[in-house]
């Protein structure tokens, strides 16, 4: 498994920072710009402490069925346990998370087996990315706990990345995988781990696959979705991301990561993947989309700018109604099929690859201008060509543009111009 890795491409990196540091004019010139997931957002970290002292009814009742289904699993199958993994609450607490995530995909009790050590696996060629990478993902660690502990914890996710990396080495290792897989391994132990994380890199339907091809294009495709579904959604908000020319980088790190990267509470992260894990592949698209239609009164307040609007988008508030974003994205989900939104995703990225040819053809031109280090009349006319407005490019809109110009030219310097007396004609002196 190669790494997916942009640190000898520094023209493919994007700039694009949770952080809200400039962006980069050269962000769509590649679809697979954006390699690394921690030049996109620095982590949150996470907060592991309870959210509330008690529980409602419902959630009471939902631990009684949920514990009978445990007691008593031949009474219980799948779906039943993914209903109950959707349903309000989740699946209430890492306790039945640890029994019941492996279920969601169909890991076995056999898969489950003792992992290596990493002396073992310190000599393959991805062992140093791998270390960097559980190294910065530090945050996502309970806070607190002794040394040791950490660093157990540490060498045990890197042994789980690696081994996944060995078992199908023609997938590539994404940085960002690191943020699934030490929420895999908080909650399920290091033996539940590997086998989850396999059915979510690899097989029919894997979620994870189409992030760990060769490049980010698949990645890319798949996020180009929730533009559609927020326009049937709503197109006054349509209307503003797009004059804004965010397009869906700001939603990057929480897809490849399904969040895990960039909410604060941990409560929040591991409820999303209980819905995830028994959810549609595309799903979390829907629950990105749901995220923007939330928040459409701050992005219609916002200046349609593409640095303001990915500075708003890309900060998650804390206080996100998981719950109720839960709900409006199943509610999209069913509205818009993604088979149904297909044409509308192709009409969108070949409207992105034209202006992408516009753009890289205006930059072509700024570098000739500058290569030829023009400073006459015709480099300065070029150089105000590349930033006129597109109806004065064409050829009469150009023309009309240089007589108003040469007109207002000649009135504040008249000493250029003479009148020969005897052929009555105009001459540049």
Same mark, same amino acid.
């Given at each position: 498994?190669?790494?997916?890795?942009?640190?000898?491409?520094?023209?493919?990196?994007?700039?694009?920072?949770?952080?809200?540091?400039?962006?980069?004019?050269?962000?769509?010139?590649?679809?697979?710009?954006?390699?690394?997931?921690?030049?996109?957002?620095?982590?949150?970290?996470?907060?592991?402490?309870?959210?509330?002292?008690?529980?409602?009814?419902?959630?009471?009742?939902?631990?009684? !069925?949920?514990?009978?289904?445990?007691?008593?699993?031949?009474?219980?199958?799948?779906?039943?346990?993914?209903?109950?993994?959707?349903?309000?609450?989740?699946?209430?607490?890492?306790?039945?998370?640890?029994?019941?995530?492996?279920?969601?995909?169909?890991?076995?009790?056999?898969?489950?087996?003792?992992?290596?050590?990493?002396?073992?696996?310190?000599?393959?060629?991805?062992?140093?990315?791998?270390?960097?990478?559980?190294?910065?993902?530090?945050?996502?660690?309970?806070?607190?706990?002794?040394?040791? !502990?950490?660093?157990?914890?540490?060498?045990?996710?890197?042994?789980?990345?690696?081994?996944?990396?060995?078992?199908?080495?023609?997938?590539?290792?994404? !940085?960002?995988?690191h943020d699934v897989a030490i929420t895999l391994l908080l909650v399920c132990g290091d033996r539940a781990s590997f086998p989850l994380l396999c059915r979510?890199?690899?097989?029919?339907?894997?979620?994870?696959?189409?992030?760990?091809?060769?490049?980010? !294009?698949?990645?890319?495709?798949?996020?180009?979705?929730?533009?559609?579904?927020?326009?049937?959604?709503?197109?006054?908000?349509?209307?503003?991301?797009?004059?804004?020319?965010?397009?869906?980088?700001?939603?990057?790190?929480?897809?490849?990561?399904?969040?895990?990267?960039?909410?604060?509470?941990?409560?929040?992260?591991?409820?999303?993947?209980?819905?995830?894990?028994?959810?549609?592949?595309?799903?979390?698209?829907?629950?990105?989309?749901?995220?923007?239609?939330?928040?459409?009164?701050?992005?219609?307040?916002?200046?349609?700018?593409?640095?303001?609007?990915?500075?708003?988008?890309?900060?998650?508030?804390?206080?996100?109604?998981?719950?109720?974003?839960?709900?409006?994205?199943?509610?999209?989900?069913?509205?818009?099929?993604?088979?149904?939104?297909?044409?509308?995703?192709?009409?969108?990225?070949?409207?992105?690859?034209?202006?992408?040819?516009?753009?890289?053809?205006?930059?072509?031109?700024?570098?000739?201008?500058?290569?030829?280090?023009?400073?006459?009349?015709?480099?300065?006319?070029?150089?105000?060509?590349?930033?006129?407005?597109?109806?004065?490019?064409?050829?009469?809109?150009?023309?009309?543009?240089?007589?108003?110009?040469?007109?207002?030219?000649?009135?504040?310097?008249?000493?250029?111009?003479?009148?020969?007396?005897?052929?009555?004609?105009?001459?540049?002196?």
């Amino acid at each position: 498994m190669e790494s997916i890795n942009s640190d000898g491409e520094i023209s493919d990196k994007s700039s694009i920072n949770g952080d809200c540091s400039p962006i980069s004019f050269n962000q769509n010139s590649h679809l697979n710009h954006a390699k690394n997931i921690d030049d996109i957002s620095t982590p949150s970290e996470l907060k592991f402490d309870q959210e509330f002292e008690f529980e409602d009814t419902f959630l009471t009742e939902k631990r009684k !069925q949920i514990e009978e289904y445990l007691d008593n699993p031949d009474i219980v199958n799948v779906e039943q346990w993914k209903e109950l993994a959707r349903s309000k609450g989740g699946l209430i607490s890492d306790e039945y998370r640890r029994k019941i995530w492996p279920l969601l995909v169909g890991v076995t009790q056999e898969e489950m087996t003792e992992p290596p050590s990493l002396d073992e696996l310190s000599t393959h060629s991805e062992y140093n990315q791998v270390v960097l990478d559980v190294n910065r993902s530090l945050k996502r660690f309970p806070p607190g706990i002794p040394y040791e !502990q950490r660093v157990a914890l540490q060498d045990q996710l890197t042994v789980l990345i690696l081994r996944v990396i060995i078992k199908y080495p023609h997938l590539k290792y994404y !940085q960002g995988y690191h943020d699934v897989a030490i929420t895999l391994l908080l909650v399920c132990g290091d033996r539940a781990s590997f086998p989850l994380l396999c059915r979510l890199s690899y097989g029919p339907g894997a979620p994870l696959a189409p992030f760990m091809q060769a490049t980010m !294009q698949p990645t890319q495709h798949l996020l180009n979705y929730m533009l559609p579904v927020v326009r049937r959604a709503d197109e006054h908000l349509a209307d503003c991301l797009e004059k804004s020319g965010v397009g869906t980088m700001f939603a990057l790190p929480w897809y490849l990561t399904w969040f895990g990267h960039s909410l604060p509470r941990y409560s929040d992260v591991v409820r999303l993947y209980d819905y995830f894990l028994a959810a549609p592949p595309l799903f979390p698209v829907y629950v990105t989309a749901a995220i923007v239609l939330h928040r459409a009164p701050q992005v219609r307040a916002c200046e349609e700018d593409m640095a303001m609007m990915h500075c708003l988008l890309s900060r998650l508030p804390d206080d996100l109604p998981f719950e109720d974003i839960l709900v409006t994205a199943l509610k999209l989900y069913k509205e818009n099929d993604p088979s149904d939104l297909e044409s509308e995703v192709a009409a969108l990225e070949k409207r992105e690859e034209e202006q992408r040819r516009l753009d890289e053809e205006r930059m072509r031109r700024r570098r000739e201008v500058r290569r030829t280090g023009g400073s006459g009349l015709r480099a300065r006319l070029a150089r105000l060509a590349l930033v006129l407005p597109r109806p004065l490019r064409t050829r009469g809109g150009a023309l009309a543009l240089a007589a108003a110009l040469l007109a207002v030219y000649a009135y504040y310097r008249p000493d250029l111009f003479r009148i020969n007396d005897d052929r009555k004609e105009i001459e540049w002196s």
